[in-house]
């Protein structure tokens, strides 16, 4: 429950990006749609996805015969929750999941390692783990859980795995990263004077600042990938409202049957994402933002190189990264 005005506000902000969330996913049901088709020469890494809309996303990429390798916190639970909804004998894509806790630095660098281990080449990476407006809780590594799991950790397996998807890329046929980010990066701000929000934390502070961060690193490793002439190229998404256990901390929860009845179901919310991940139109128009398959309005913030950069050197500077997509560092 919101305490101070500014609480009260971000509250407000919050439900009016939920509002206008769900009159887009109305209004653009229609356009809302990816045609799958089968690259079983494709190596796509996810995180998270043993359940939510990351679960449908998995599915999705194994009917297009990839190889999926899911980075998820209890691998042997993920593997059966997806043996629920594909038949793994019979598919022609292949599943590997490997143990990742987003959140822990140390976690990411081993997922990182093994997978570079498997893969000299990745062809898509999918940062979709996500948690929202949970209580203030600080990592191993000392940071908030929503920057720290919704954003530094895929900031720093984008940097480890960068070299393997610079590596699948070609001309006609970029490699891609998609960020799963969401509608409330609208009202986000990034607290650089404190950056956990220890002074005064508000979750759903937390998380608009954490879906901001990912949208600012959309744009600026979009950016200097473009001007290296890297065939890599980055997205940024919202996936839709959607109903998944993500609002288990939202009072969205108290509405018996509203999220069934008005929210996308985790089918639809994956949509988007593998649309970014693989439709051909998007070829070579990396850095976009989307949301029912077109592009959507972005925080002003993220048209600003100067802001999209600060964030990004603010964040190597905290990981101790000296040149973003050197191995080892
Ligand atoms: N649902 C929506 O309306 C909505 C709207 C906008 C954006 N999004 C974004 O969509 C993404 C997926 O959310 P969802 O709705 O599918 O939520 P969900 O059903 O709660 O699933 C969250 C996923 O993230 C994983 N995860 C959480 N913390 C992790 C960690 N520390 N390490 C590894 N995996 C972790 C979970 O794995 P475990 O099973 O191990 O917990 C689970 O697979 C998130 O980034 C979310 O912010 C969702």
């Known amino acids: 429950m919101p305490k101070t005005w500014s609480e009260w506000q971000t509250e407000f902000q919050i ?45 999705k990429l194994l009917e297009c015969e ?18 629920e909804i594909v038949d793994l004998s019979k598919t022609k894509g292949r599943l590997i999941c490997e143990k990742l806790d987003v959140g822990s630095f140390a976690s990411v660098r081993e997922f990182a390692k093994s997978v570079q281990a498997k893969f000299s080449k990745i062809d898509i990476l999918l940062n979709n783990a996500g948690i929202m407006f949970a209580p203030y809780e600080l990592t191993e590594d000392g940071y908030e859980s929503h920057f720290a799991t919704n954003y530094l950790g895929h900031f720093l397996l984008t940097h480890l795995l960068l070299n393997q998807l610079k590596a699948a890329g070609k001309e006609g046929r970029n490699s891609r990263i998609v960020n799963v980010s969401s509608i409330v990066h609208l009202v986000g701000r990034i607290n650089y004077n404190d950056i956990n929000g220890s002074n005064n934390y508000y979750p759903a502070t937390a998380y ?72 051909p ?18 925080h002003p913030a993220t048209t600003d190189y100067q802001r999209c950069e600060r964030l990004f050197k603010f964040s190597c500077d905290l990981l101790n990264i000296e040149k973003f997509g050197s191995v080892g560092k």
């Open 15 to 59: 439900q009016a990006c939920g509002a206008f969330g769900l009159y887009h996913d109305f209004v653009l049901r229609k356009k809302d749609r990816v045609e799958l088709y089968k690259q079983p020469d494709r190596v796509a890494v996810i995180t998270g996805g043993g359940r939510g809309i990351g679960l449908k996303i998995v599915e």
């Open 66 to 83: 990839m190889t999926v390798v899911m980075g998820v916190r209890n691998p042997k639970k993920a593997e059966a929750s997806v043996s």
């Open 208 to 279: 608009n600042q954490s879906k901001l961060a990912q949208v600012l690193f959309t744009k600026h490793l979009n950016n200097i990938l473009r001007e290296e002439g890297a065939h890599v190229q980055v997205h940024a998404v919202h996936p839709g409202v959607v109903d998944t256990d993500l609002f288990v901390h939202s009072s969205t929860t108290a509405v018996p049957g509203l999220k069934r009845i008005f929210f996308k179901t985790p089918e639809q919310g994956s949509r988007c994402v593998v649309y970014a991940a693989i439709a």
């Open 281 to 298: 139109k998007l070829e070579g128009k990396g850095g976009s933002y989307l949301s029912n398959c077109v592009r959507a309005k972005v």
